[in-house]
């Protein structure tokens, strides 16, 4: 911009001032023409008395030649060349009977040159060349420069004052972004990038702090996770390296003491395979990949889990009942559905020694609905938003005693919201509690 301003108005005003020197200098030179036509050859008296009538025009020079060429008449004081040839190409131009014009700016100055043939009835007699040289205008066009000049270097320096500025904020924000962005990846998830402002810095900031939320929510959860899986791991392996060393270290132990301490070892290694399943099944799950889902029919799955949990239910005189209608299908997979039931039906029944399971399997509109309830103990209020927290357990010591691991309902819950799907527990006012699993209901093989 500032070299369109230092250039196109310069441009323009010298083609104007050409323009107007040309038209200037050719009707000056027509008007002395004039004064010259009525004669039918020109000498040095005729000319300088015609043209001594000719007003005053402030040309810089005059020149009137005859049809060879020849000086005749001569405005210059010293250095005259009357007398003389000339053979400006003006000149030469004109004696061959066309009209001659230019300008040109240089070295400070306006050089305007125009020349036209003398005619006596239609035979060139002489010819008629003036020049001007003008640093009048030639000043007003460097003045224009200069003030143009001027005002460029003013724009120039707000222009380079708002870019410093600009760019000071711009560099400020970026470098509190990456200090940012060096912290967290040094494990500092609790930093925030602070940038003020409403331009895309600061929305990159915004997202950035809330990308870090989630990094620090996720790592938090990776660290309890990792703490209470090596808390879980290691009361097994304690157990049966106690077990173990008791053996040992015991002389002459009784063999039925050996076998219950071997028993006690069996148990806690298949403590340790139920976590290490369930471990995996999880990192499954976190992972994303899951099997390609199908259509299942829930009620055959529920009808196999049911066979399966009534002798467990009978050890612990548990009364399991189901009530559930045909017609429930979703698009899972059949073993995603056999693990979401039994870890809901053997939840219940160990928290519900001596009592009565009830599970129910039916559709609520859009949704297929398995219900599972108990008349146990129930949860807490302050429990019922964190039972579902992989490794939480209401009752720690009651929990290891029944065998669980506390990731059955962790389980449940990723695996049903993987598939659209939600788990939701509530107490039971007459008291227990009731576990309820959502699928979207398929009709023909399409979800409604």
Request: one cysteine or more; a negative charge; proline letters at 2%.
């Amino acid at each position: 911009m500032l070299v369109l301003l230092n250039t196109y108005p310069l441009l323009v005003s010298e083609d104007m001032v050409f323009h107007s020197k040309v038209t200037t200098m050719q009707s000056n030179v027509s008007v002395m023409v004039y004064s010259l036509s009525g004669l039918d050859r020109l000498n040095e008296e005729n000319v300088a008395a015609a043209m001594a009538v000719v007003e005053e025009t402030g040309l810089s020079r005059i020149l009137v030649t005859d049809a060879e060429g020849k000086v005749l008449y001569d405005t210059r004081e010293t250095g005259s060349t009357v007398g003389k040839y000339v053979f400006f190409s003006e000149i030469v131009s004109a004696l061959m009977g066309n009209d001659a014009s230019s300008c040109v700016y240089r070295s400070g100055a306006f050089r305007s040159r125009a020349s036209s043939p003398v005619l006596y009835q239609n035979r060139i007699i002489g010819a008629v060349y003036a020049y001007e040289y003008d640093t009048a205008q030639a000043a007003l066009l460097e003045g224009l420069q200069v003030n143009l000049l001027k005002l460029s270097a003013v724009i120039g320096a707000v222009v380079l004052g708002l870019s410093l500025l600009l760019s000071m904020a711009l560099t400020r924000k970026i470098s509190r972004l990456l200090t940012a962005i060096r912290r967290v990846r040094e494990g500092a998830y609790s930093h925030r990038a602070r940038i003020g402002g409403h331009d895309e810095i600061a929305q990159i900031g915004q997202e950035f702090n809330s990308l870090t939320d989630r990094l620090q929510t996720t790592e938090d959860l990776r660290r309890r996770f990792v703490s209470d899986a090596s808390h879980e791991l290691k009361t097994p392996l304690a157990a049966i390296r106690l077990l173990t060393d008791s053996i040992l270290q015991t002389d002459n132990i009784d063999p039925a003491t050996t076998r219950e301490f071997v028993a006690d070892i069996g148990r806690e290694a298949e403590r340790l395979t139920r976590i290490s399943e369930d471990l995996l099944r999880l990192t499954r799950l976190d992972s994303g990949v899951l099997d390609p889902a199908t259509a299942v029919e829930v009620l055959p799955v529920l009808e196999q889990v049911m066979r399966m949990m009534s002798l467990v239910a009978q050890e612990k005189n548990v009364d399991l009942t189901y009530d559930a209608a045909e017609g429930c299908v979703v698009q899972a997979t059949r073993d995603e559905i056999h693990q979401v039931i039994y870890n809901l039906v053997d939840n219940a029944v160990k928290y519900s020694a001596g009592g009565a399971v009830q599970v129910s399997l039916g559709t609520e509109g859009a949704w297929v609905a398995l219900s599972v309830a108990d008349n146990g103990p129930g949860i807490p209020e302050e429990d019922l938003s964190r039972i579902f927290e992989r490794f939480y357990r209401v009752d720690k010591a009651r929990s290891r005693a029944a065998g669980g691991t506390g990731l059955g309902l962790s389980i449940v819950s990723d695996t049903v919201r993987r598939r659209g799907g939600t788990v939701e527990a509530v107490n039971r006012p007459q008291g227990g509690a009731v576990f309820t699993a959502r699928w979207p209901r398929m009709e023909g093989g399409a979800a409604l």
